[in-house]
């Protein structure tokens, strides 16, 4: 990069500057480099760097600029006034987005069509677009269920800030400043073991989960961070502790990822794989995990394993399964409060609710959940594919330019990591 005086001061020893950036750097101007240089990529076949020869390949610069509105303090060059200066006083209205998460539209049929061709090689594609179309039996037993327990999620798993040894290993296993993405991040709470070395990028299908992961800061109200997210977030610096607080997450499937070929480093997929009922679903899950990250990357996937420990409270008699999942009625009223400008939204009246406790009219008001009126719960169906030995391989062998490097079995689990080999 070369940085030019653009202001005359009298002084000519420093007129021109050159500073050799390596590639995916960051430089932050201040001082006379801000306010008296201006700086460029000069056309050059090749570049000297401590007395050796570097052939140039292609370079790109952003240039990030913060549009002023006030007047400017400098120690370097004192107070300037915007009134005095040249500079144009156009106020720069602030934009904000009106939803959050950011929701990856609904795609076309015509979308539908191309989405595979758009984001790799027709030929890589080993699955049939219809694939891209969620089934009913997700829809009803997965997305919808999540979206109605993620306060109770959140509550009972994200703030007790319990990791998986080998999806934490394999985040610490990455070179630091790597691009991670969580597909299938829910409340986000891998993120602070992420943001320790590296950066993250989140998404899942559960707009309600994304937003507790997008309140994590308002947790810490109370003066209990530490029993929130535990040792993980205490260690965060203050900037990573508020790429935390406000991280960068989309309501996103995990068939169809928001996010360019080859942009990530790495990503991790935890806990998602079980809940795609088909094998094409599952296939193209991975394909798209393939697709994200750049080749020589690796990503980490967790699924629920047939087989269970013996001392698991948990025994899985088939692959694929309904498995219920009790919810408190004062989660979900929690949940239906903060859903209640939704068209979907219907609050039972007086008169249908007379005579009924809350679990039962919680329950009818949720399809497909069921009233336990000896526990006083409300009771939902997850819809959960039981992953045997060896079936997670199997799929990634489908998957062309994947080669898997570990396999292993962790508390009901099976993991495995894979690099992306083209």
Not at 180 to 205: M, P, Q, R, W
Not at 243 to 257: K, M, R, W
Not at 340 to 345: A, G, R, T, W
Not at 347 to 369: F, H, I, L
Request: proline share 5%; hydrophobic share 35%; glycine share 6%.
């Amino acid at each position: 990069m070369e940085f030019r005086k653009a202001i005359d001061d009298g002084d000519e020893s420093n007129m021109r500057k050159l500073v050799y950036l390596p590639p995916r750097s960051l430089a932050v101007l201040s001082r006379d480099a801000r306010y008296k240089y201006e700086h460029m990529i000069v056309s050059r076949m090749t570049d000297t760097v401590n007395g050796e020869i570097i052939p140039r390949k292609l370079r790109v610069s952003l240039t990030l600029r913060t549009a002023l509105t006030a007047p400017v303090f400098d120690k370097g060059i004192g107070k300037i006034s915007l009134a005095q200066s040249k500079v144009p006083q156009s106020h720069l209205p602030k934009y904000e987005s009106k939803v959050f998460p950011p929701r990856w539209g609904q795609l076309s049929d015509a979308a539908l069509a191309n989405a595979s061709s758009k984001n790799g090689d027709e030929e890589d594609s080993p699955v049939d677009r219809s694939d891209l179309i969620t089934p009913e039996t997700e829809s009803k037993h997965v997305h919808a269920v999540y979206d109605a327990i993620a306060t109770q999620w959140h509550h009972t798993r994200g703030k007790r800030g319990v990791l998986w040894p080998g999806a934490t290993q394999f985040i610490e296993s990455l070179p630091p400043g790597s691009i991670i993405a969580d597909v299938g991040c829910g409340d986000g709470k891998y993120f602070a073991e992420i943001l320790k070395h590296s950066y993250v990028i989140g998404t899942d299908i559960s707009e309600p989960l994304l937003k507790t992961a997008a309140t994590r800061g308002d947790d810490a109200d109370d003066g209990k961070r530490k029993n929130i997210d535990g040792p993980q977030y205490q260690r965060l610096s203050k900037a990573k502790r508020a790429l935390s607080e406000n991280p960068s997450v989309a309501v996103a499937d995990c068939l169809h990822i928001p996010l360019r070929s080859n942009s990530c480093d790495a990503a991790i997929s935890i806990a998602v794989m079980h809940h795609l009922s088909t094998e094409a679903r599952r296939i193209r899950c991975l394909a798209e995990l393939k697709r994200i990250v750049k080749v020589g990357g690796r990503f980490n996937v967790q699924a629920w394993a047939l087989e269970q420990e013996t001392d698991s409270k948990r025994k899985f008699h088939g692959t694929d399964l309904l498995v219920p999942f009790n919810a408190q009625p004062k989660y979900l009223q929690t949940q239906a409060k903060s859903s209640e400008n939704d068209d979907n939204s219907q609050q039972p009246s007086s008169a249908e609710s007379k005579g009924k406790g809350v679990a039962q009219m919680m329950a009818e008001q949720y399809d497909g959940a069921e009233f336990d009126s000896k526990k006083n719960l409300v009771v939902f169906q997850r819809y959960c594919h039981m992953y045997r030995k060896g079936e997670l391989e199997s799929l990634c062998q489908r998957v062309p330019g994947l080669e898997v490097l570990e396999s292993a079995y962790e508390k009901g689990n099976w993991v495995i990591t894979c690099r992306v080999c083209e």
